[in-house]
């Protein structure tokens, strides 16, 4: 019943909102070495998130926000327009099934995608963010093939972020060296959502398919 609930409401946002989707997965590590001062400062930067992207109106009705949180792996929003959704909030546990999460995330864009197709609804190339503090307890070796597949076949675009004592070495094995993963300066959550802000805007102002510059990811990175 819940399966058809959703699909009638994709159906009803979809005629709607017919603008084309920049859908954004978050991968968000909230396990319990997060505890403390990083999860309340992830807390309050996703809300900025949410709060600059409200403030556009054409960022606002074709940005979609998905976010899967671990471990263990869950998802904490499904694919919603910040019109129609609220920022989540996190508590810190568990371990950090990262592998897991990201296959996860793949998977959920995969399916998204087709509901776009379905509904003859065009979308930009998917964006998929990792933000972790650790490094892996589980196997990667499947996420970094379907990371390395998904960019070759121009299906998604994906960004490893590492927070605090990440192991960096990790996030860099997750692009194949395609792309450095990058280091957040202390916990500036709050920057690094602008940030994502920005870019989401960015893309959401041209067309699909078209290359678009990305603002400099400075004053948020670690050297």
Do not use: C
Not at 22 to 28: C, F, G, H, S
Request: no cysteine.
């Amino acid at each position: 019943m819940s399966q058809m609930i959703d699909v009638a409401f994709d159906a009803m946002e979809f005629a709607e909102n017919p603008e084309p989707r920049v859908p954004v997965v978050l991968l968000i590590d909230k396990s319990a070495s997060m505890n403390g001062q990083p999860i309340e400062e992830l807390n309050n930067g996703i809300k900025v998130l949410w709060q600059e992207i409200q403030a556009d109106t054409l960022a606002s009705k074709r940005a979609e926000i998905s976010v899967i949180e671990f471990g263990p792996v869950l998802t904490a929003l499904d694919f919603a327009t910040v019109l129609n959704s609220f920022p989540p909030t996190f508590e810190a546990g568990g371990v950090t099934p990262m592998g897991e999460a990201i296959v996860k995330g793949i998977a959920s864009l995969q399916e998204r995608k087709k509901q776009y197709s379905a509904s003859g609804i065009a979308y930009y190339r998917p964006w998929l963010i990792l933000i972790t503090d650790g490094a892996p307890t589980d196997e990667i070796s499947p996420a970094i093939e379907a990371i390395r597949m998904g960019e070759e076949a121009k299906a998604l675009n994906f960004f490893p972020i590492g927070v605090q004592h990440a192991d960096m070495q990790v996030l860099n094995l997750l692009t194949s060296g395609k792309r450095e993963a990058l280091k957040l300066n202390g916990l500036n959550f709050r920057e690094l959502f602008l940030w994502l802000s920005a870019s989401v805007k960015s893309v959401s102002q041209s067309s699909p398919g078209e290359l678009v510059p990305l603002p400099s990811p400075m004053g948020w990175t670690a050297v």
